[in-house]
Antibody, heavy 119, light 111 residues
Framework: QVQIQQWGAGLLKPSETLSLTCAVYGVASSDSYWSWIRQSPGRGLEWIGKVTHYGSTAYNPSLESRVIISVDGSANHFSLRLRSVTAADAGVYFC?????????????WGKGTTVTVSS | QSVLAQPPSVSGTPGQRITISCSGSRSNIGSGQNVHWYQQLPGTAPKLLLSHNNIRPSGVPDRFSGSKSGTSATLAIAGLRPEDEADYYCQSHDTTLGASVFGGGTKLTVL
């Protein structure tokens, strides 16, 4: 059974860099694509980007200039970095397993990490 | 405003059949992109309900079904149960934006 555990700093100041990590259990990360999605009352669900085991990435153009998603295949981990955060970046951040195609879906999700941005 | 439009809320009584719409455009659903549906219970992560318009993952009851026509998709829940009370989201790919997009979500209340 595939499980995802996620962690990272939940309280940030404006202009800081958000950094979150997910660990995958029960499946080799090489078998799947891995996405980050966030949710906030104002923006709803928003796909951030995804990464393959080999490090190939695809990003939401609206966030691409500030986002880096990376993978550590040997440790079955993948990470999100979002720089220069503002209050608009607050919300719950989820990591999830994605299918490979362009019109992908997410079938296994982490529990989410709440991120607050406040000075 | 979400790229995919959903009604903010729907309600029904136990045993009833309800539908939730997901309205898109020619750059997403209307261009042949598949629609996926998720159920989110309070305080939890979304759970995949249907993929590729109407494919149920293992464990999802056949009370849940989906369809797509033109620029819209529909989620139907038959034999409504109290435990179906949740938020429901549609998702598809937008070729103009070059990104996966979600609907704004529909809160289902079981009266």
């Amino acid at each position: 059974q595939v499980q995802i555990q996620q962690w990272g700093a939940g309280l940030l100041k404006p202009s800081e860099t958000l950094s979150l990590t997910c660990a995958v259990y029960g499946v080799a990360s090489s078998d799947s694509y891995w996405s980050w999605i966030r949710q906030s009352p104002g923006r709803g669900l928003e796909w951030i980007g995804k990464v393959t085991h080999y490090g190939s990435t695809a990003y939401n153009p609206s966030l691409e200039s500030r986002v880096i998603i990376s993978v550590d295949g040997s440790a079955n981990h993948f990470s999100l970095r979002l720089r220069s955060v503002t209050a608009a970046d607050a919300g719950v951040y989820f990591c999830a397993r994605s299918t490979a195609d362009v019109n992908f879906y997410m079938d296994v999700w982490g529990k989410g990490t709440t991120v607050t941005v406040s000075s | 405003q979400s790229v995919l439009a959903q009604p903010p809320s729907v309600s029904g009584t136990p045993g009833q059949r309800i539908t939730i719409s997901c309205s898109g455009s020619r750059s997403n659903i209307g261009s042949g992109q598949n629609v996926h549906w998720y159920q989110q219970l309070p305080g939890t992560a979304p759970k995949l309900l249907l993929s590729h318009n109407n494919i149920r993952p293992s464990g999802v009851p056949d009370r849940f079904s989906g369809s797509k026509s033109g620029t819209s998709a529909t989620l139907a829940i038959a034999g409504l149960r109290p435990e179906d009370e949740a938020d429901y989201y549609c998702q598809s790919h937008d070729t103009t934006l070059g990104a996966s997009v979600f609907g704004g979500g529909t809160k289902l209340t079981v009266l």
